[in-house]
């Protein structure tokens, strides 16, 4: 649609011999065009009333490939493109370029997106799943825009509720630890300890002896950390296999806490930072955004000590040109601190670093809270789904051998559990709902495989078929392959944004006309012209609606 769209506005241009920027609009009904221009904007440079304009421009476009007539509506000019060139150019583009439609060159930069950051010693959760969904699927489109793109990771393995962790292993657990499942044990550990600790002073004191301790490097401790640390993590392995996600490079907070309080101290020689009761802090004041505590007064390390060593971890070994931090929304203010204080310090690609927010996930009782334990854990809701996935594969497969069986039924599992967390605005709450999860109808990723499958139906039914790609198209037809013109500025504007949620809803709106072009145009007939044009437009569905998925994690089953 692109080369239509641009056609439209240099022939306004022309017509007019005026510079101002044209922005075209999508018509709220399909009766009033495929492009519209609201000639107020000109209204100004030309000396017109709207209306005026919108007639001596209406008569100075004429019919031609891309344009089919122009309509006046009061002051909006109303464009109906060309639809034959539509189909043959739309259709030939997606053939030839395959499961490159829609992508971009590559380009120079270099770009890093961290994403998942779980902390040990507590549960992975369905919270974390929307941070895990959205960051690779960030990842996925930056690279298919042409960006040498670093997916990280950076774990939470030190701190505060680690030593609560550990506190109560030692006092209540130790050598009572389960054979399997320790990582989400570790995960109730932390929730008991902290319904102990967190009203009793005498205990907080114990848990913040221990954790001083173990930041000197007790060697006991130490050895303890690193065994529980593992339990974490192997089993954040596990869940991030089971999701397909895969990271170039992960970080670790215990890796960059020396380093951090380093490079604090060596900010005091160069007065950018002051010393205050003992603690380190940043005056941002003038940027009203008030003090940045970088260091406590007994020497200890915070977020910020640990993240300005990550900023330049990255900026000088993975020499990057942007960052990009996928943390939860509540987080808005610290990211703007840390931001500031990096063009402070002096690292000019302070200014390319973007904080991608998102809303929480939640309970319909309330927000979720490892403290409480009141969490939907990640393993329990991926069980639940893919059961309810198996259990309708089976009934509809039953000539299907096991090893199929569960192949297609995770690749459904997996496709209700990321498309229910991204297909969502970033700033929008969302309220959990299992049974919502668990819909195979409907808004949904299953939905959305379904059509596919049924689309790889139909081409099986020939053995083979001559490519046509010219035809004279009945509106389903036409709405079908104007919706896939549409991809590659689908994927800018998603790319532009941040916004995987834009391609998740596209997915869906394309797979809602392939419904409707399913049940009012037979494919497979008599007419070997129309039923092979009919069978390259599915093909050509299957090829776009495969790149989109793509860049939401989502793969596309045969069959359902």
């Known amino acids: 649609m692109q080369e239509f769209k641009q056609h439209i ?65 009061g002051p909006y000019l109303n464009f109906f493109i060309n639809k034959d060139k539509l189909i043959e150019l739309t259709l030939k583009k997606i053939l030839k370029e395959k499961d ?37 699927s960030l990842v996925r489109i930056y690279r298919f825009n042409g960006y040498k793109t670093i997916a990280a990771n950076y774990i939470g393995d030190i701190g505060n509720h680690v030593a609560k962790c550990l506190w109560l292993y030692l006092k209540k657990y130790k050598g009572k630890e389960p054979k399997e499942k320790r990582g989400a044990w570790l995960g109730d550990l932390y929730t008991e300890s902290t319904k102990l600790v967190d009203d009793n002073e ?34 954040f392995n596990e869940i991030y296999k089971k999701l ?19 490079l604090v101290k060596s900010l005091l020689k160069r007065s950018i930072v002051e010393l205050n009761e ?59 601190q840390l931001f500031k204080t990096l063009e402070i310090i002096g690292f000019k690609q302070a200014k390319n670093c973007y904080h991608l927010p998102y809303s929480l996930v939640m309970l319909e009782s309330g927000k979720m809270s490892s403290r409480e334990g009141n969490i939907i854990k990640f393993n329990d809701i991926y069980r639940d789904v893919l059961d309810y996935a198996m259990n309708e594969t089976k009934k509809r497969h039953k000539d299907w051998n096991k090893l199929k ?16 967390m991204i297909a969502q605005d970033d700033d929008k709450v969302i309220i959990f709902n299992k049974e919502r999860a668990l819909s195979f109808e409907g808004n949904s990723g299953p939905y959305v495989q379904y059509t596919y499958a049924r689309s790889n139906s139909i081409l099986k039914k020939v053995k083979s078929f001559k490519i046509k790609t010219k035809n004279t198209p009945t509106e389903e037809e036409f709405q079908l392959i104007k919706k896939m013109a549409d991809f590659p500025e689908i994927t800018q504007q998603s790319f532009k944004n941040y916004q995987p949620h834009i391609i998740a809803n596209y997915c869906l709106e394309l797979a809602q006309l392939l419904t409707e072009f399913y049940h009012k145009c037979k494919v497979i007939q008599e007419d070997k012209n129309l039923m092979n044009f009919r069978l390259t437009l599915i093909k050509s569905y299957q090829q776009v609606i495969k790149n989109a998925t793509g860049l939401l994690g989502i793969e596309l089953p045969d069959k359902m």
């Not at 069986?405 to 229910?420: C, G, T, V």
Request: hydrophobic share 35%; aromatic share 10%; glycine share 4%.
């Open 405 to 420: 069986q569960e192949k297609i039924s995770n690749q459904i599992a997996l496709s209700a559990l990321k498309f229910s």
């Open 9 to 73: 506005i240099n022939e306004i241009k022309k017509s007019t011999n005026i510079k101002t920027e044209i922005n075209l609009e999508i018509p709220p009904s399909k009766d009033l065009g495929d492009f519209s221009f609201p000639c107020f904007t000109l209204a100004k440079d030309l000396k017109k009333s709207p209306i005026e304009i919108a007639l001596d421009i209406s008569k100075k476009i004429t019919k031609n490939d891309f344009i089919e007539r122009v309509e006046v509506k």
């Open 100 to 136: 490159k439609f829609g992508s971009a060159s590559r380009k120079k930069d270099k770009v890093m997106i961290e994403f998942s950051q779980p902390n040990t010693h507590k549960e992975f959760h369905i919270g974390h799943l929307r941070n895990v969904a959205l960051g690779d």
């Open 202 to 235: 005498v205990l907080k004191e114990e848990v913040q002896t221990l954790q001083k301790r173990l930041e000197e490097g007790d060697k006991k401790l130490v050895a303890l950390w690193k065994k529980t640390r593992k339990w974490s993590l192997d089993e």
């Open 278 to 336: 003992g603690a380190i802090l940043i005056n941002l004041e003038k940027y009203k955004l008030g003090v940045f505590l970088l260091l406590k007064r007994d020497g200890s390390s915070l977020y910020s000590t640990k993240d300005l060593a990550l900023a330049n971890t990255k900026f000088k070994r993975y020499k990057i040109d942007k960052s990009i931090y996928v943390v939860a929304d509540e987080q808005k203010t610290y990211f703007q």
């Open 244 to 262: 397909n996600i895969n990271f170039d490079v992960v970080f670790y907070e215990s890796e960059e806490e020396k380093p951090g309080k380093i």
